[in-house]
């Protein structure tokens, strides 16, 4: 139904298109709707044929669009003046076709509208994990999305158009369009609707869905989108090594999102909070690498630690774990710190101590980063970035002295790096190595920040890698010798999705690796999840948890961790 739209369309007529079945009851439905009823104009005479409902303004024809002669012939019967300016909408109709029918339907419209603009909203990227998820959702709704083969890109679909007799065609992915054609303030209108903190699945979904404008005629060119810049995030030409990295499965069923992880020994993995397919949990587990493989046990804590997701869980020198941060909810920021202490006599029970710290208590927060950093012989846990329940970004640095436990304010000199939350933060030569995250624009980040201890406290210095790593966040990271490696995440370049970045800090060089994932059996989604280095022979790393609620095409979450093999990232 056309919307009152204050005069703005005055003179124009809607023609509605459907399946004669579903246009009939739509028609039955307007029919004895009085408030839809109202909104029509004086009906026309009524017609027969195809047409369902006949005003001034707004025609219900129907017929099937893939037939083209019945489809003209109605257009034409329904009083449809082929030379006048006109839009086409489809949203999500076309795919769902052969490919071959769809195209014709394309072919057709710019034939007989010479003064047209085709508006098309539908799916890409089939191949990826996200698309995977895609594509089975529909398949499973016996709707499968057919110009996906065909046509799987943005680039693809502008070059469908114009071979089929459009003039000029722009094709935006709707990252693109979100953030490189909405204003920056209604952005932040819709954005503070309500609580919203699925970034990773938004920026994913908006990956795989495109907005499509082509036009036919001088008078129509004008209403075209204007072309967006290469990417959201910047033009970005990273260096890719020929090599993938190979994944294989570990045979044990775990699964979550938003834990944190760290070794608690050379066999065990401390996992602390998350959520999985039961819900949000305080539950603490560790897995277990024996002489027969990984197993996971939970782990009876002497307290509570509460719920929380997107927390940090820190190692200590000196041994323990530090809890701090995350959320219940993104109305509920956690606010208890613990330290968490395995028992020696087994790896089912463990200590945890709650934190009573003095000074000055930092602002609530999750996705922030926290490491141990060290000054004059002293440790504290670095703590910087995140969001919270008021802040969309938070670009404090906070220092938790970890022998008094206090919240100590330490000389901080240099640029500080922008605002920023789910990025990564590694302990390095004393100070801490800063990557990546989600800025203050909803933009990925891509830069390098090292903060490096001196006599009076800090000094932030930016590391300028060549070429520039893709920008990306939710990741994890990891240093490696002066190897800093970034693992998963999410961007919004076009190739693929992120595997692992390598950045040598002693060239300030970096190389993509991709991931071989042929021997997993699932889509693998490296976002939300946790990674820790093994200390075996071999380097590898060891990934857990993962996923994400897909919107409509509902939750996956990695049924099992996996292993990469490093050697040729480390070669």
Same mark, same amino acid.
């Given at each position: ?8 369309? =005055? ?9 004669? =079945? ?9 029919? +004895?709707?009085?408030?839809? $009823?109202?909104?029509?104009?004086? +009906?026309?005479? !009524? *017609? ?25 012939? #109605?257009?034409? %019967?329904?009083?449809?003046d082929w030379a006048a300016p006109t839009l086409i909408l489809s949203e999500v109709v076309l795919t769902y076709m052969e490919t071959q029918r769809s195209d014709a339907v394309i072919s057709w419209a710019a034939k007989l509208l010479p003064q047209s603009l085709f508006v ?21 709704? @016996? ?9 799987? =890109? ?16 722009? +094709?935006?992915?709707? @990252? ?15 954005? @503070? *609707? ?18 499509? /404008? %082509? !036009? ?6 004008? %209403? ?5 810049? #290469? ?12 090599? %993938?990295?190979?994944?294989? /499965? ?20 401390? *996992? ?7 819900? $949000? ?7 277990? $690498? ?40 993104? *109305?509920?920021?956690? /606010? ?9 006599c087994g790896p089912a029970t463990a200590s945890a101590e709650p934190v009573v710290c003095t000074g000055e208590t930092p602002p609530p927060r999750w996705r922030h980063a926290a490491a141990v950093v060290t000054h004059q012989d002293r440790n504290f846990l670095f703590v ?11 670009? =404090? ?21 922008? #605002? ?29 920040? #090292? ?20 920008? $990306? ?54 976002? !939300? ?28 979450? @990695? ?13």
């Amino acid at each position: 139904m056309p919307q009152k739209t204050d005069g703005a369309l =005055d003179g124009a007529v809607v023609f509605e298109v459907d399946f004669p =079945d579903v246009a009939r009851r739509k028609a039955a439905l307007i029919g +004895c709707n009085g408030t839809l $009823r109202g909104m029509l104009d004086s +009906c026309l005479p !009524s *017609l027969t044929g195809p047409v369902c409902i006949s005003s001034g303004q707004y025609r219900l024809l129907g017929v099937d669009v893939r037939e083209e002669l019945q489809v003209e012939e #109605a257009l034409g %019967a329904a009083g449809l003046d082929w030379a006048a300016p006109t839009l086409i909408l489809s949203e999500v109709v076309l795919t769902y076709m052969e490919t071959q029918r769809s195209d014709a339907v394309i072919s057709w419209a710019a034939k007989l509208l010479p003064q047209s603009l085709f508006v098309m909203y539908e799916q890409i990227h089939p191949h990826d994990p996200f698309g995977r998820i895609m594509q089975d959702h529909f398949l499973k709704l @016996n709707s499968t999305l057919h110009a996906l083969r065909q046509y799987p =890109d943005t680039s693809a679909q502008t070059r469908r158009f114009l071979d089929k007799g459009w003039e000029q065609c722009v +094709c935006l992915d709707m @990252n693109h369009f979100y953030l490189g054609l909405i204003s920056e303030e209604e952005r932040g209108r819709v954005e @503070n *609707l309500e609580p919203f903190d699925e970034h990773e699945e938004w920026h994913q979904k908006c990956s795989h869905y495109f907005i499509l /404008t %082509a !036009s036919r005629g001088s008078l129509m060119q004008q %209403a075209l989108l204007p072309p967006a810049p #290469a990417s959201p995030a910047g033009t970005i030409s990273p260096r890719w090594s020929p090599a %993938a990295l190979n994944v294989r /499965t570990v045979p044990v069923c775990l699964e979550g999102l938003g834990m944190a992880s760290t070794w608690i020994s050379g066999e065990q993995v401390l *996992l602390t909070g998350g959520s999985n397919r039961g819900g $949000r949990g305080a539950e603490t587990r560790v897995l277990l $690498r024996g002489q027969e493989g990984w197993r996971t046990t939970r782990v009876e804590t002497s307290v509570d630690l509460s719920v929380r997701l997107y927390h940090t869980a820190t190692p200590l020198p000196g041994g323990g774990v530090v809890v701090y941060g995350g959320r219940s909810s993104p *109305l509920s920021p956690t /606010t208890s710190i613990f330290i968490v202490t395995p028992d020696a006599c087994g790896p089912a029970t463990a200590s945890a101590e709650p934190v009573v710290c003095t000074g000055e208590t930092p602002p609530p927060r999750w996705r922030h980063a926290a490491a141990v950093v060290t000054h004059q012989d002293r440790n504290f846990l670095f703590v910087f970035g995140g969001k919270n329940q008021s802040e969309y970004v938070l670009g =404090d640095v906070s220092f938790l002295s970890l022998d008094q436990q206090h919240w100590t304010e330490l000389p901080v000199e240099g640029a500080a790096p922008a #605002a920023r939350h789910s990025h990564s933060a590694c302990s390095y030569q004393g100070g801490v190595l800063v990557f990546g995250g989600l800025g203050r624009g909803g933009l990925p980040l891509g830069d390098t920040v #090292a903060l490096r201890p001196n006599e009076r406290g800090f000094c932030w210095e930016r590391i300028d890698v060549q070429p520039p790593p893709v920008p $990306r966040y939710s990741h994890c990271a990891h240093v490696v010798g002066d190897k800093l490696l970034v693992v998963g995440g999410v961007w919004m370049h076009s190739d693929g999705v992120p595997g692992v970045a390598v950045i040598d800090l002693s060239t300030c060089t970096s190389l993509e690796f991709s991931l071989d994932t042929t021997s997993v059996p699932w889509p693998l989604m490296l976002h !939300s999840f946790c990674s820790e280095l093994s200390d075996t022979e071999h380097p590898e790393l060891l990934l857990i948890g993962g996923g994400g609620n897909c919107f409509s095409f509902g939750t996956h979450l @990695n049924p099992q961790p996996v292993v990469v093999d490093l050697r040729p990232a480390l070669a």
